[in-house]
């Protein structure tokens, strides 16, 4: 016996089974038998056996494995070559080897010659079947075997042989007609329904006339066939087809024959299975509808059971097959229905059409409109955001450009503020949190580039905002106006910074750098979507597409757009751009050529391409990015050159440029922008000489444009905008030029003190002195219009330019060598006398102080809110249209010329002291004492858009408190208003941003200390302070003032008035950390542009000083020796120079509170306190200092007052603080080491101890630290507070009143030792032991047991105190006033509660 191959075996194992298989020429057990090969062999009487066995050998094999999934074999047409000698049985067996090869031979009929008629097209779904009522009635009826319907059907077609043809002219005419009836007209080509019946589905006319005679002739040989054939071959046969086929087809071809349908049987087995289905689908149905709580009413209109009506096309009686229609297969055939509003609450899902539009639920939209899908619900119109983002991802191409296009129409449009009003949360927020940053930059990477267009559509939407941008340019010439913000988020510190030990810069960029690095995308993305597009190389892409690519002109201009706001978000921003290989390059060369072939698009028809064309815009993006430093402004002009482009562009006209109008005015504006910035760093001054004709020319035209309006609104636009950023370039140039004399002094000293130094720029005072005299005559031709609203309207900031530079002009010409005074002074007056003083007196300029409060962003805080959809990820200055008129940046915004004009009084009235009365004139307006009054009363929240603002409206108040403080000793109108100028002094100093630390400066060291400018403290302000004291205690009774203090507040306030100059010196030392940032402010402010690194102003962190500044050194001072006490140092005292600190910062507040209270109201007064707080924290004994502790005293009297102590919250968070709770912990740890029973200290700490405030303070108090009650010795009359606060209400805090008990049972708690909380406990207890209201039982045992205890107690004073106590009184020797004799209320509840145990005498006066 042959052995079986077994598992592990090989190849040459299973081929040598094989060969001894072969040897042993035993048969096989299972043989493969072509039934057509037998019959030929028996035939030729071959033997079965002779077929050759098939072998397997290794040669036979192919090298390579075959595919597991092998592809279908490809069609050759040689092969589907058919010739008429060829034998169709040989060409089959020998193609065909497999046991499912042909088992008869089937000769099929040769149809080569026979002629082709194409089916003719008609207006019904399927053809027309033939009917036997179609036949005429009068034909006569042949009775045989025939059916009725076989005699009809012979009748027709002996009908239609008489009309026919008899002759054809083979395939070529049938080909001729087919021709013409596809080319003929659609009513040509119907017939009638007889026609179109003649077939029948038979297919006998594809014979002709040859059909029937050849479908007998086959007929008769399947009979002869079948009569050759024996009997035993003919069951075998009929055995394999019965085998093969259907049993439920074989028994209805039997019924057939016998006249017998299906058996019942199986139609019973049927309809019970169908019935059975059905009735499981009802039950999981209603199920589903039971979970979800809806009514069977309420499906959905794609789950109902369609009917015939649902069906578009009635199915009629005579198509084939359709006599019972399959509804279920046919439901997506059927109409949508129309969706319905539904009256609900619940949030729905928005959807929108492609153009962005947001489609309200319930609206029938038609379908030609394509916003219907296949999706979750397919009657609503429209996509969600989520089927966007599928469709984004789609393989068509058509998809993916469509759903990125209408992604960037809806961003748009939520930017806009379409949505706010509509949607419940913000739309960009989801976009960015469901990644649409990395579905833009997946998109950005496609080759398509319709796909590339609609994605860098979508990026524009999300990252630009034209309005932003149009703002920034419209305040360029405004004061300081080129510098911004960077447009980065604010990022909060992760890790704490030692203040003493800092790292030096490059180490700390270094260290964030390698945490950037660290971070993932996403993670970087959601806090900063800029920087995460930074990080996913998006700048290679976009330089890719613009080099290689070469997109249409609106996608090259949206992808500079782009850059420009990638590069508005910070220098860092900035030097990827300059870094990222070939970027620049290609911009600089293919966007802004000096030569370019002039294109000639049609009318109406936008360039095709703007590669090789300059663009406006950039342009723009190397302004921008020249103003991230001037390192980067040297590589613009130098490395690639666009010192060459500013002189192509500025020196000829914008109307010879051949260029289109717009676009030409645009980069000719664009041009003189980016040499203003580069003239802020004392750059490209050498085109100032170079360019002189040029300049001189534009110079000269611009008092026509002033007196001579052109009709042409839009040009003369242009030319405005072009004189305005003109007359800027002058200024920074005129600032440049004023600092040659001292950057050539430097060098002299340098070369000989052997000391590196700083270049002077290539031109003097003497190439810009000319230019002041002709620019004064414009001043004084604009000022004439102002008497014409209409043209004024149009000049006023060019005027405001024009006021700008004679401000910069006499401010740098008094520090120049030739300067000479009197001749300086001559032209002052004579320039004030004739043309400026006779305008301040002018009605308009005091409509335009009135017009302050209307317009401004301190008075309007709505003005600044945000826009509508606001991410913190991506800043943006928010504006989602045009600006109100009534609006800082409106068109009527008096801001811009007024701020100028203060610039200008305010360098006059420098120069010439003389003046100074005349230039203060402008303070006795009635609308400018209206708006700041109105402008300290709050301040909108500090962000990116309110900040850019309120920067421009804190220079106009700045210069009005400069002018101010001179004319204060000069002019008596000015003094009377001094309080309102120092209180608006404060007030700005703690609103400053980052970049205004040189106002900051200022305001310190002259304005905010100035004994001028606190007209108190010489008026009787310290008396009065004394006398109203005295007043309020006779009219309210109010205990915080009943202790006496001595000395006096109102003598504390008259020499803490002294001590000014004092004050001001150790807060200008305090903050001397920050002179840096005070140079660097001040060289941007005072015009020293050859020390100005950065147009770009520092990150928005929000203002400057804390809102508690005034503390500021008591902080900073807890801080530093909290950090020594850490390291194990012990601080027993401090300096002494610390100790006048501590008493300076103490003055300042107790004047501000004092004199100046409105401006500590936004502070929280237990902020305050925890800010004084830190005094005691601060080293052992420093609260013991006499001047200290008397400054401490009296602003505790201050801030115990009633109607400042209503508003005290302790809950609250506070800024810079954990929680109130810890702070409190360590109050009462310092109480215990150093206090020394001081009474102060113990007023502090028994104010959080009332009785509204969180009763954890008390159980610190009372379970924690317990020794506290031994030395908190404050008497009841030192008390700052009424004492009914800390037993009204009633205690209800079960714990806290067993603690009460305990601690006055032990005697830890004691009258002697710490008489107010005695007060406090016994209170309590008493109020607790005879309550009599409805409690729980724990609550109520508790109560019972105490009294119990209470009256079982040894000590008979306690248990006095316990059980008579009537109510606080802080005259009385024990706190409290008692009873006598116990009320009759008392002694029954005692009589209840007690029993047996309370004496006879008190259980009869209870009866």
């Known amino acids: 016996m042959l052995g079986r191959p077994k598992p592990g ?162 395939f070529s005419a049938w080909t001729e007609v087919s021709q013409e009836q596809r080319s003929a007209p659609p009513q040509v080509t119907e017939v009638s329904e007889k026609e179109q019946s003649t077939d029948g589905g038979s297919g006998e006319r594809l014979g002709g006339e040859l059909s029937p005679q050849e479908s007998q002739k086959i007929h008769e040989e399947n009979v002869a066939r079948l009569q050759a054939m024996p009997k035993e071959e003919i069951v075998e046969e009929r055995n394999n087809l019965l085998a093969w086929l259907d049993p439920s087809l074989v028994a209805f071809l039997k019924s057939r024959k016998s006249g017998v349908s299906c058996s019942e049987g199986a139609k019973d087995k049927m309809e019970s299975c169908k019935t059975e289905k059905t009735h499981e689908e009802d039950q999981i149905h209603s199920h589903l509808m039971r979970q979800s709580g809806a009514s069977p009413t309420e499906e959905e209109p794609m789950d109902q059971k369609p009917t015939e009506d649902d069906i578009p096309l009635k199915p009629e009686k005579g198509w084939v097959h359709m006599d019972v229609p399959e509804y279920e297969k046919l439901k997506w055939m059927k109409d949508l229905p129309k969706p319905r509003r539904r009256k609900t609450n619940e949030e729905m899902q928005a959807r929108f059409s492609f153009h962005g539009d947001l489609i309200p639920p319930g609206v029938d939209l038609p379908l030609h409109l394509g916003l219907h899908h296949h999706g979750e619900q397919p009657e609503q119109a429209g996509y969600s955001l989520q089927e966007l983002f599928h469709l984004a991802r789609s393989q068509v191409i058509q998809q993916r450009t469509l759903a990125l296009q209408t992604l960037a129409r809806i961003i748009q449009k939520a930017k806009a503020g379409d949505f706010s009003s509509l949607l ?49 340019d419209r305040t360029f010439c405004w004061y300081l106006g080129a510098s911004v913000f960077p447009l980065r988020p604010n990022e909060a510190e992760e890790d704490d910074e030692d203040e003493e030990e800092e790292e030096p810069k490059s180490k700390e960029n270094e260290n964030s750098k390698s945490k950037e690095d660290k971070k993932a995308d996403p993670d970087v993305a959601r806090a900063d979507a800029v920087k995460g597009l930074l990080k996913m190389k998006v700048l290679h892409r976009l330089r890719y597409i613009l080099e ?214 290539p031109l003097d005072w003497s190439h810009v002195a000319g230019i002041k005299p002709f620019l004064e005559a414009c001043v004084k031709g604009c000022l004439k219009e102002v008497n014409c609203p209409a043209t004024w309207s149009k000049v006023r900031q060019l005027t405001a330019t024009y006021i700008i530079y004679l401000g910069t002009y006499y401010s740098k010409l008094i520090q120049q060598p030739s300067y000479r ?87 006059i009235s420098s120069v010439h002291k003389g003046l100074t009365e005349k230039c203060s004139s402008v303070l006795h307006s009635k609308g400018l004492r209206d708006y700041l009054v109105h402008s300290c009363r709050g301040s909108p929240p500090i962000h990116h858009r309110s900040a850019w603002l309120l920067r421009h409206e804190f220079h106009f108040q700045y210069f009005v408190l400069q002018l101010a403080s001179k004319a204060i000793t000069i002019s008596p109108q000015v003094t009377r208003q001094t309080p309102l100028y120092h209180y608006v002094a404060v007030a700005l100093l703690s609103q400053l941003l980052p970049g205004s630390e040189h106002l900051a400066h200022e305001l310190l060291s002259k304005l905010t200390f100035n004994q001028d400018m606190i007209p108190e403290g010489k008026s009787g302000g310290p008396e009065a302070e004394d006398l109203s004291c005295i007043l309020q205690l006779r009219a309210d009774g109010d205990a915080a003032e009943q202790v006496h203090c001595n000395p006096t507040r109102g003598t504390l306030l008259g020499a803490a008035f002294k001590q000014l100059p004092t004050i001001r010196a150790h807060y200008l030392d305090h903050f001397t950390h920050v002179q840096p940032a005070v140079s660097r402010s001040k060289t941007f402010y005072t015009g020293q542009n050859h020390l100005v690194q950065s147009v770009l102003l520092p990150d928005m962190t929000g203002t400057l000083l804390p809102a508690d500044w005034a503390f500021l050194p008591l902080i900073n001072l807890y801080d530093q020796v909290n950090r020594e006490e850490m390291k194990g140092k012990t601080v027993e005292s401090l300096a002494a120079n610390l100790v006048d600190m501590v008493t300076s910062c103490l003055q300042w507040a107790l004047l501000l509170e004092a004199w100046r209270g409105e401006l500590l109201q936004g502070l929280p007064l237990a902020a305050k306190l925890a800010r004084l707080v830190c005094v005691f924290l601060t080293g052992s004994n420093l609260f013991l200092e006499p001047g200290i502790h008397d400054y401490m005293t009296a602003l505790l009297l201050i801030y115990c007052q009633c109607k400042k102590m209503d508003f005290l919250d302790l809950s609250a968070p506070l800024p810079g603080l954990t929680s109130f709770q810890d702070l409190y912990v360590r109050l009462l740890e310092q109480f215990e080491s150093v206090s020394f029973g001081d009474q102060l200290f113990g007023c502090f700490l028994l104010l959080p101890l009332q009785r509204r405030f969180s009763t954890q303070l008390r159980q610190a108090v009372f379970v924690e630290h317990v020794s506290v009650l031994r030395t908190l010795g404050v008497q009841l009359k030192q008390l700052p507070i009424p004492l009914e606060n800390y037993t009204h209400p009633a205690e209800t805090c079960l714990d806290l009143l067993r603690q009460y008990f305990k601690t006055l049972v032990t005697g830890t708690l004691r009258l002697s030792w710490c008489p107010v909380l005695y007060v406090v406990a016994v209170a309590h207890v008493n109020n607790f032991i005879f309550s009599q209201e409805a409690v729980d039982e724990v609550f ?68």
């Open 821 to 907: 005074p009197v001749d300086c002074l001559e032209e002052l007056e004579q320039f004030c006398s004739a043309t400026l003083f006779p305008f301040l007196s002018l009605p308009v300029l005091e409509s335009m102080f009135e017009d302050l409060r209307s317009h401004s962003a301190l008075c309007n805080p709505r003005s600044c809110h945000p826009g509508p959809e606001t991410v913190h990820s991506l800043v943006s200055l928010g504006f989602a249209g045009r600006e109100s008129p009534l609006s800082l940046l409106g068109s009527t915004s008096p801001f811009a010329f007024l701020t100028a004009m203060l610039y200008l009084l305010n360098t």
């Open 9 to 170: 075996e090989s190849e040459d194992d299973l081929l040598l089974f094989q060969q001894q298989f072969l040897t042993a020429g035993t048969s096989p057990a299972a043989k493969v038998v072509n039934k057509r090969k037998v019959q030929s062999q028996n035939a030729d009487r071959i033997p079965v056996n002779a077929v050759p066995r098939d072998t397997v050998t290794l040669e036979g094999l192919p090298d390579l494995p075959p595919s597991l999934m092998p592809a279908p074999p490809k069609k050759s047409k040689a092969g589907a070559v058919k010739f008429q000698g060829d034998d169709s049985e040989e060409q089959m067996d020998l193609q065909d080897q497999h046991i499912t090869a042909v088992l008869s031979k089937i000769i099929e009929r040769d149809t080569r010659a026979s002629p082709i008629s194409l089916p003719v097209s008609t207006g019904l779904p399927f053809p027309k079947v033939f009917h036997r009522s179609e036949v005429q009635s009068e034909v006569k009826l042949v009775s045989g075997k025939k059916s009725i319907f076989a005699q009809k059907l012979a009748a027709k077609k002996a009908a239609e042989a008489t009309r026919s043809v008899p002759s054809f002219r083979g």
């Open 1340 to 1407: 109520d045992a508790a109560r019972k047991s105490m009294l119990r205890k209470s009256y079982l107690l040894t000590d008979e004073a306690l248990r006095r105190h316990l059980l008579h106590f009537k109510l606080p009184n802080v005259e009385s020797p024990c706190g409290f006033d008692m009873y006598e004799q116990l009320p009759l209320m008392r002694r029954r509840w005692m009589q209840k509660v007690l029993g047996d145990l309370i004496a006879p005498e008190v259980r009869l006066e209870a009866q």
């Open 424 to 472: 419940k949360y913000s739309i960009l927020r989801m976009l960015l949190d469901a990644g649409l940053l990395f579905l833009l930059r997946f998109s950005l990477d496609d080759s398509v580039e319709n796909v590339i267009a609609a994605c860098v559509q979508a990026l524009k939407a999300l990252l630009v905002s034209p309005f932003d941008e149009e703002y920034l």
């Open 548 to 761: 290689v690519v070469r997109p249409i002109s609106s996608v090259t201009l949206d992808i500079l757009e782009i850059l420009t706001r990638i590069a508005r978000h910070s220098s860092e921003a900035c030097n990827e751009i300059l870094r990222c290989p070939r970027l620049l390059d290609t911009i600089v060369s293919e966007f802004l050529p000096s030569t370019w072939k002039i294109q000639t698009p049609r009318t109406g028809e936008p360039m095709t391409s703007t590669h090789g064309v300059p663009i406006a815009a950039a342009m723009k993006l190397t302004r921008v990015l020249a103003c991230a430093g001037r390192n980067m402004s040297a590589v613009l002009l130098n490395k690639h050159n666009m010192k060459e482009r500013i002189g192509r562009f500025v020196a000829e006209d914008p109307c010879d440029l051949p260029l289109e109008r717009k676009g030409a005015f645009a980069l000719s504006i664009e041009a003189l922008r980016l040499w203003a910035v580069a003239a802020n760093y004392g750059q490209a001054c050498d085109l100032y000489k170079d360019l002189y004709p040029a300049l001189m020319k534009m110079l000269q035209t611009q008092p026509k444009l002033t007196s001579q309006p052109m009709e042409d609104s839009l040009l003369y636009g242009f030319y405005m905008q072009r004189a305005e950023v003109l007359i800027c370039l002058l200024i920074n140039i005129t600032n440049s030029a004023g600092c040659t004399a001292e950057l050539q002094a430097q060098v002299i000293s340098s070369s000989r003190d052997q000391v590196g130094h700083i270049p002077p720029p």
